[in-house]
């Protein structure tokens, strides 16, 4: 009899260890991936300031942005709507990780183009690495004509941007990016103003839920305009997905929205109510 | 001493078994179909591992969601990230058995596969219907069912619900070859 109960044990055990084997053998058999982190954040922009995300291959972005004015000019200006800079732009992923982009602001009818490249990406898996690293660089022409007795030529029209942008996906919905910029300009409005900036910026976006995030962004500069009363930028956006679209509500202490002069010309004081309500648009193709 | 014996001949038995008669896949296809008025989405997933134990007839699959690759990069990054969050549930599986295995052969043959599969983190009874071929170097499956995204608590706003059937066609082909 205690032989019957052993066999039958061992017969079980081994059967038992058949059913559970299975996907065992899967789970050692499945090659070893590297899994690179995508979607770190939902847009191009964190808010004003370029994210780490490309468009994709072929993908064409058509981009319409507006910069109200400020809400705190009241209700005869209707609390800034009567005023808008806007933007519209085409973006088009080269490669998967090469975007080029250009632009065109209301807002001292600047020209602006720039390329993005993704040169390290965030990895799981066989490559682990821990944070993603773009390069970035554009350059904006203002094309406004200059008042009689400070007319410039064509280059004294433009102003170079160049940035690092280093970031990192956390977690499912927490992402942050540092991002190292230099600004620089050929014509300045006086001799005390400096040519070159150096800027440090923060973003991070903070998702509510699958297709709402939050997202903040500061620019902290290391040498400021003496011409005007400089601010570093600070804004606040919400990121709201609907399909083939990223919607993004902005509240920001500047009305433009190209690197060189959100980073470097902002006079807005936040916390004062000199607050430009925006929203970017986009439809990809 | 004859219980021993009878005890390791079960044992070798089995783990004779275990290692001779498995046949595996790892570039099986699985590709979903999502039809409806606005708009038809379409993915396939070619590196779907599946396993079949031919002297039990029990199968497995697993899938990984990342590697299901869409018409639209933005579609694939929305599957991932707002669907099937691939980041906290990567693999989807399937454990089961192949009802009448032993009738299989040369030929087509048409199966009836019980099981459990597992998406988005829950678990479903299901009955797939297959065809199956099988020979000495090959066991070939091929087939279509249904899947409803409800049962899988994949939740679809409402915004893009003409966009997103509710029932999923999910077709595969895996062809397993002997294991080790």
């Given at each position: 009899m205690r032989n019957y109960i052993l066999t039958g044990c061992v017969l079980l055990g081994s059967f038992q260890m058949t059913a559970q084997d299975l996907l065992t053998i899967l789970d050692k058999e499945t090659p070893k991936s590297e899994n690179v982190v995508t979607?770190?954040?939902?847009?191009?922009?964190i808010v004003n300031g370029h994210s780490i995300k490309n468009r994709k291959s072929k993908e064409l972005e058509f981009i319409i942005a507006h910069r109200f004015g400020r809400v705190n000019t009241g209700f005869e200006e209707l609390f800034g709507l009567d005023q808008a800079n806007i933007r519209f732009a085409f973006e088009y992923g080269v490669t998967d990780d090469l975007t080029a982009g250009l632009g065109r602001s209301s807002f001292e009818k600047t020209y602006d183009g720039y390329l993005k490249y993704a040169l390290i990406k965030q990895k799981k898996g066989a490559n682990n690495f821990p944070f993603a690293v773009s390069l970035f660089g554009s350059v904006a022409a203002k094309s406004q004509k200059a008042v009689v007795g400070s007319e410039r030529t064509f280059a004294e029209s433009l102003y170079y941007v160049g940035q690092v942008l280093i970031a990192k996906k956390v977690n499912a919905s927490f992402s942050v990016q540092i991002t190292p910029t230099y600004v620089h300009r050929n014509l300045t409005a006086v001799a005390a103003d400096p040519h070159d900036i150096f800027a440090l910026g923060f973003g991070t976006r903070l998702k509510l839920n699958k297709r709402v995030s939050l997202n903040a962004e500061y620019y902290q500069q290391f040498d400021k305009l003496v011409s005007i009363v400089a601010r570093n930028s600070l804004a606040f956006g919400v990121d709201i997905e609907t399909g083939g679209h990223v919607f993004q509500i902005i509240l920001s202490n500047?009305?433009?929205?190209v690197e060189k002069s959100f980073i470097t010309e902002s006079t807005g004081n936040f916390f004062n109510g000199d607050i430009h309500l925006g929203f970017n648009l986009s439809r990809t193709f | 001493m004859k219980i021993i014996y009878t005890l390791f001949l079960f044992l070798f038995v089995a783990f004779f078994a275990n290692g001779q008669e498995r046949f595996l896949t790892k570039t099986g296809t699985i590709s979903f179909f999502s039809k409806s008025p606005m708009e038809n989405i379409e993915a396939e997933n070619s590196q779907v591992l599946s396993i079949v134990d031919a002297d039990s007839g029990q199968m497995a699959i697993a899938i990984l969601m990342q590697s299901f690759l869409f018409e639209k990069a933005l579609m694939q990054e929305h599957f991932n990230?707002?669907?099937?969050?691939s980041e906290i549930y990567p693999k989807a599986t399937f454990k089961g058995n192949i009802i009448?295995?032993?009738?299989?052969?040369?030929t087509e043959t048409p199966v009836k596969i019980f099981g459990v599969i597992t998406i988005h983190g829950e678990s479903q009874k299901i009955t797939i219907e297959a065809i199956a071929k099988k020979t000495q170097v090959a066991i070939l499956m091929t087939g279509d069912f249904y899947i409803n995204l409800a049962d899988f608590a994949v939740d679809i706003p409402s915004i893009v619900r003409n966009k997103i059937a509710q029932k999923i066609k999910v077709s595969f082909r895996f062809n397993h070859k002997p294991y080790k």
């Open positions: 979607a770190t954040f939902k847009g191009t922009r500047a009305i433009t929205m | 990230e707002n669907y099937v969050e009448d295995f032993d009738k299989i052969s040369a």
